[in-house]
């Protein structure tokens, strides 16, 4: 039972990690009954599907998009999503802030940094992240608000590759709250760890973990 499942999940969870519950190719039932429990935190990957489900069901869901967003594709999202977490350009960071000037708002977002081995997964590295806010500080996308980092680790059995992992994430996060952020309470959340590693990205600092399979059965 979804009910219970989530119930007993978050029981568990340290107060400071929030659980974005990911309900990717999951219907719009589903969701409605996680969302009976009280649970308001649902994240897809897809674009359309988002449109869709947030069409469907209540509207104070907060809405994440955790897949790779395309530039020409934010305008679908930009009235209503919560936090966007794949934030990996210059590009794609000036197209939110002007969406969501249009809709008289600011839009919450994350740096997604490639942390992984894998090289298929996106992401910044820190020079380049580094790089972006110099040449480009905050306070040129006035809509935008950089809330912190967001990384994937290493599909892998190997724990402490894994945890490497997180750890420069968590490093990353430091280096760029003391260099760019410094004074910026919204800048304060790392999302990482999935069903397969959330244990030890707590473990390495996570604020904010990303659940699909765990909650809702495989896909
Ligand atoms: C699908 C997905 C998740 C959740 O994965 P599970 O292994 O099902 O928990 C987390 N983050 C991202 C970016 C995803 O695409």
Same mark, same amino acid.
């Given at each position: 039972?979804?009910?219970?499942?989530?119930?007993?999940?978050?029981?568990?969870?340290? @107060?400071?990690? &929030?659980?974005?519950?990911? $309900?990717?190719?999951?219907?719009? /039932?589903?969701?409605?009954?996680?969302?009976? =429990? %009280?649970?308001?935190?649902? %994240?897809? !990957?897809?674009?359309? /599907?988002?449109?869709?489900?947030?069409?469907?069901?209540?509207? #104070?869901? /907060?809405?994440?998009?955790? %897949?790779?967003?395309? =530039?020409?594709?934010?305008?679908?999202?930009?009235?209503?999503?919560?936090?966007?977490?794949?934030? #990996?350009?210059?590009?794609?960071? &000036?197209?939110? !802030?002007?969406?969501?000037?249009?809709? !008289?708002?600011? *839009? #919450?977002?994350?740096?997604?940094?490639?942390?992984?081995?894998?090289?298929?997964?996106?992401?910044? $590295?820190?020079?380049?992240?580094? @790089?972006?806010?110099?040449?480009?500080?905050?306070?040129?996308?006035?809509?935008?608000?950089?809330?912190?980092?967001?990384?994937?680790? =290493?599909? &892998?059995? #190997?724990?402490?590759?894994? /945890?490497?992992?997180?750890?420069?994430?968590?490093?990353?996060?430091? &280096?760029?709250?003391?260099?760019?952020?410094?004074?910026?309470?919204?800048?304060?959340?790392? $999302?990482?760890?999935?069903?397969? @590693?959330?244990?030890?990205?707590? @473990?390495?600092?996570?604020?904010?973990?990303? *659940?699909? $399979? =765990?909650?809702?059965?495989?896909?």
């Amino acid at each position: 039972m979804i009910e219970e499942t989530i119930v007993q999940f978050k029981a568990r969870l340290p @107060d400071h990690v &929030t659980l974005v519950a990911v $309900s990717k190719t999951k219907p719009a /039932e589903v969701i409605r009954r996680a969302y009976h =429990t %009280g649970h308001r935190i649902f %994240g897809e !990957n897809k674009v359309q /599907e988002l449109v869709d489900k947030h069409a469907q069901l209540p509207e #104070d869901i /907060e809405w994440h998009m955790i %897949g790779h967003l395309q =530039t020409n594709k934010v305008k679908y999202i930009a009235s209503f999503v919560s936090l966007i977490h794949g934030v #990996d350009s210059l590009k794609l960071l &000036t197209e939110i !802030n002007r969406q969501a000037a249009k809709h !008289n708002r600011s *839009i #919450d977002v994350l740096l997604q940094f490639h942390i992984a081995a894998e090289s298929t997964k996106f992401g910044l $590295s820190m020079e380049r992240a580094r @790089d972006m806010l110099t040449a480009h500080p905050p306070e040129e996308y006035p809509h935008v608000r950089i809330c912190g980092v967001m990384g994937m680790a =290493t599909y &892998t059995s #190997d724990t402490k590759q894994i /945890e490497e992992e997180f750890r420069l994430l968590s490093t990353y996060f430091d &280096t760029l709250q003391s260099q760019f952020f410094r004074g910026s309470a919204h800048f304060s959340e790392i $999302s990482m760890g999935m069903s397969g @590693d959330y244990r030890q990205a707590i @473990d390495c600092g996570s604020t904010m973990i990303r *659940i699909g $399979s =765990t909650l809702f059965g495989k896909r």
